[in-house]
């Protein structure tokens, strides 16, 4: 097993043991980058995993209300 599969691994592992989680930056419901979000986007929809915009403010504001009200516990 390389890097990459035990970074998705873990990731289906959270994912799948917590439905707070959720995976979300620039690509990872394409893949990502290093295509270590392969497959996530399928498995668990696109309302956990998904884009954001690179910005990190517009990021950080958009998920603050459902932090707030501990309903999201980022991965």
Not at 23 to 45: P, Q, Y
Not at 62 to 72: E, G, I, T, V, Y
């Amino acid at each position: 097993m390389n890097l990459y599969s035990a970074i998705n691994q873990a990731l289906h592992i959270a994912l799948e043991t917590d439905p707070r989680s959720y995976v979300f930056g620039e690509d990872v419901s394409f893949g990502g980058v290093f295509r270590c979000t392969t497959g996530l986007a399928e498995r668990f929809g696109k309302h956990r995993v998904f884009n954001t915009p690179l910005c990190e403010q517009v990021t950080f504001c958009n998920l603050l209300p459902a932090d707030s009200l501990h309903l999201r516990r980022d991965v």
